[in-house]
């Protein structure tokens, strides 16, 4: 399956689609729609990153880091309704991150959201300790991984 992206910022168009779909479904799943946990006018082009997938000339999926620490960035909003593109995307994102100088990404998703929990774990991602807002909450599990530099 062929993919592009496009590189853009949280206000785009069809990242904004993307993300309402994904909170919907996190909404249905979860009872939460995820949006508390991220702010996009907290966006820097200098430390973060939003990426729009694309197939066909469609959007299909979407994802973005912001800086956690200096050596840390955190995945945020990742979202696809296309086979195959959630892959494309965090290869990207993780290429993306090692470029902007992180050498370790972290996240957090719901318990409940299986699908995500093995989606990341496929990719590398494994289970670490809880980090700011998610301390002390049995509903997240946090996961990270050391970035290739």
Known sequence: MQFTYRETTPSDEDFEILVAELSSELKALTSDSGESSFHAD????????????YQSEKAVACGS?????SETCELKRMYSKYKGAGSYLITL???????KGYKRSV????KINNNAVCFYERHGYSKISAYGKYVNTNKSVCLGKSLAT
Not at 42 to 53: A, E, K, N, Q, R
Not at 93 to 99: M, N
Not at 107 to 110: D, N, V
């Open 65 to 69: 880091f912001r800086k956690h620490d």
């Open 107 to 110: 996240l957090s998703t719901r």
């Open 93 to 99: 994102l993780d290429s993306c991150a090692v470029i």
């Open 42 to 53: 907290s966006f820097s082009l200098g430390t973060d990153i939003c990426l729009v997938i």
